[in-house]
């Protein structure tokens, strides 16, 4: 069974940081790309990044360039998202999502099938 399991989130000031983790488990992580994506109350979930390790391939969006990080942990089959310098516009809950088969270096959600629960994120002073 595919799972994927966000933590990390919180409130935090303007200006602060946060690590969110993305645990995963029942395919073979090496091979999928690992996406981040986020969800602000009445609008639209939008892509922030995504890593593929079997692609080498790795991005940002641009809201988020020079202030958001990916790294992965392969051996705790783990991704990481660092956001730093945090804005009252990055609240939302953050998800993580998995494509498995045939994955492909995007941050458009259709191409994405499996999701985990979400972290709620809260920027407020």
């Known amino acids: 069974e595919v799972q994927l399991v966000e933590s990390g989130g919180g409130l935090v000031q303007p200006g602060g940081s946060l690590r969110l983790s993305c645990v995963a488990s029942?395919?073979?992580?090496?091979?999928?790309?690992i996406g981040w994506f986020r969800q602000a109350p009445g609008k639209e979930r939008e892509g922030v990044s995504y890593?593929?390790?079997?692609?080498?391939?790795?991005d940002l969006a641009d809201s988020v360039k020079g202030r958001f990080s990916v790294a992965v942990d392969a051996i705790k089959r783990t991704v990481y998202l660092q956001m730093s310098n945090l804005k009252p516009e990055d609240t939302g809950v953050y998800y993580c999502a998995a494509q498995i088969e045939s994955p492909v270096g995007t941050v458009e959600k259709v191409f994405y099938d499996y999701w985990g629960q979400g972290t709620q994120v809260t920027v407020s002073s």
């Open positions: 029942g395919f073979t992580f090496d091979d999928a790309v």
């Open positions: 890593l593929g390790t079997r692609l080498n391939s790795v």
